[in-house]
């Protein structure tokens, strides 16, 4: 296709080009919207037939291109193609959440992200995959089918941003939109060696963006970019916070981007942890943060072990008790009359379980799992009265973190964040091991996620030794889920307090500048 339009493109050039390079080269005209967005339509074709996670073709990004081409000021993504997770609307278009009975059922408008986008002068062009009902980190539903990890088809894209994972790090796309309500938008960054900013749940709107369990409050949904470099997500960053999304979405602070916090380079006070006590961190998970810790030192800032409070209390009593408050009925209805995806089987084997089923399990299994004990108890309907009790005990939660972050005197958080890429089908088996991300929802803080070194030999065979928090059935699962991951990217995942993306992608970048450092000299 791009051939015939531009016979005189180098694809290849273009592609290489990272995002700040590529709109400086379109605003200045050395470059054309029509040749970036075909070279990129092409490529993305190319990347899905591949590892299949693209689901839907935006066809009026190519009258939109016209448009924008008649604009008389560029703006900050002039000419930039973009692409959307399919749960976020465009008009004209299914939001399925690979749900069969949301096929047909166009979007009447864009969604406010979206449309801020396109006044910047970016092109949305293709929507991407997702895992059935989004409650799952893995990517499969039963009308796109299984989308897998470029790097390696056998493991998973992750998810649920999966799709938009995929086709970012096989060089699809340059900058993808995603959601995150407990690590949707962290976890395909770090399987697929990308970038991504979680922004607090307030930061940019969520007006059209659709939820995996609508009305539910506790775990907060954060949406942000999906990019290959930091610099790429500041950019996006910097052209969402505008007067357009406070004027569309007035629920939205008008916060503009601070650019003296990003840009600033003086030295941090960091908070670290290389494991949640929880979920125990496979040999290169904890590596990727022990070196990252050291070359932050070595950089002149001050590392400080941290460690999060109460985590087995946040992961069952807060957790399970604020996704499930209703005893799992408004994820169920999601399922009515729809075929189930063998990959979410064993959520939803759980939450179909009557109360007191649950609760005799519950019982039953205490001595031999409690932590599936602990699952299943917090499962079940919830009173008004109690979910409200719920309400304060996360407030008082997140305030018990905050105080312990102030007592410590910290700007920014290092810890992990679960990898490398899972087989496929091992997410929906370890919904558990989520909780690195998870609890970033329920502070509602900031948290993005940078690649900082790949899976060695050393570290595959410390794993056939790995032993978990609680040598359950769960860490097992787990030591099976990352085996084999080889050469495969590892990540950290950086946080900040609410309300401080800027402050968070400066780490971000710091982390990333600092890594690259090291691999060129290596």
């Known amino acids: 296709m791009t051939d015939q339009i531009n016979p005189d493109v180098d694809a290849d050039a273009i592609l290489s080009l990272s995002l ?41 990004s190519e009258s939109q291109l016209q448009q924008v081409k008649r604009q008389a000021k560029k703006d900050l993504l002039y000419g930039v193609p973009v692409s959307i997770k399919d749960s976020i609307d465009c008009k004209g278009h299914d939001s399925t959440l690979g749900l069969v009975k949301c096929l047909n059922q166009p979007a009447a408008e864009d969604c406010v992200v979206v449309q801020v986008l396109k006044r910047r002068g970016a092109l949305p062009f293709v929507k991407t995959n997702v895992p059935q009902s989004l409650l799952n980190y893995d990517c499969s539903n039963l009308i ?49 060696g990308i970038c991504t900013l979680k922004a607090t749940g307030g930061r940019l709107s969520k007006k ?7 009305g539910q409050k506790s775990a907060v949904v954060g949406i942000g970019p999906m990019a290959k470099d930091v610099d790429s997500l500041a950019l996006c960053m910097r052209a969402l916070l505008c007067e357009d999304m406070f004027r569309l979405d007035p629920t939205v602070p008008p916060l503009p981007f601070n650019e003296e916090v990003f840009s600033s380079s003086r030295p941090l006070r960091v ?17 990727a943060v022990l070196e990252t810790k050291q070359l932050l030192e070595s950089a002149g800032h001050t590392l400080l072990p941290f460690k999060p409070c109460r985590i087995e209390h946040l992961m069952f009593d807060i957790s399970v008790r604020g996704l499930f408050a209703d005893g799992c009925s408004t994820f169920l209805d999601r399922f009515k ?14 939450s179909k379980a009557p109360g007191w089923l649950r609760s005799l399990l519950s019982w039953i299994v205490k001595p031999i799992v409690p932590r599936l004990a602990n699952v299943l108890r917090n499962m079940n309907e919830r009173s008004v009265k109690e979910l409200w009790k719920l309400h304060c005990e996360i407030e008082e939660y997140r305030q018990e973190f905050i105080a312990e972050w102030r007592k410590l005197d910290l700007d920014v958080m290092l810890c992990p964040v679960v990898g490398p890429a899972f087989q496929i089908g ?59 991951g080889v050469g495969l990217p590892v990540a950290v995942q950086c946080v900040a307090l609410p309300w401080q993306e800027e402050l968070c992608l400066r780490f971000m970048k710091e982390v990333e500048t600092l890594t690259r450092r090291r691999q060129r000299n290596l």
């Not at 059209?208 to 609508?214: F, H, L, Q, T």
């Not at 009359?337 to 759980?350: F, H, R, S, V, Y």
């Not at 948290?447 to 030999?457: D, H, I, L, R, Y």
């Open 271 to 287: 908070g670290y942890y290389d494991t949640d006590s929880f979920t125990m961190p496979g040999p290169s998970m904890r590596r």
């Open 144 to 192: 796109f089918g299984q989308t897998v990890n470029p790097l390696d088809h056998t493991k998973t894209p992750g998810g649920s941003s999966g799709g938009e994972g995929a086709l970012i790090r096989g060089g699809g796309s340059i900058l993808g939109i995603g959601t995150d309500v407990g690590g949707s938008l962290r976890i395909p960054a770090a399987f697929c």
């Open 20 to 60: 700040v390079e590529l709109s400086e080269k379109l605003r200045d005209g050395s470059l054309s919207p029509d040749r970036v967005l075909y070279t990129y339509m092409d490529k993305a074709l190319q990347v899905t037939k591949e590892v299949n996670c693209v689901t839907d073709y935006l066809q009026e």
């Open 337 to 350: 009359g729809e075929l189930e995806d063998p990959n979410i089987k064993q959520l939803l084997l759980l």
């Open 426 to 484: 091992f997410p929906g088996k370890l919904s558990v091991a989520a909780s690195y991300t998870i609890l970033y929802n329920y502070l509602d803080f900031p948290a993005g996620v940078v690649p900082v070194t790949t899976v060695t030999k050393e570290d595959e065979e410390e794993l056939k030794t790995h032993r978990g928090h609680y040598n359950d059935w769960w860490d097992k699962v787990f030591v099976k889920a990352i085996r084999g």
């Open 208 to 214: 059209g963006v659709v939820a995996s369990i609508p």
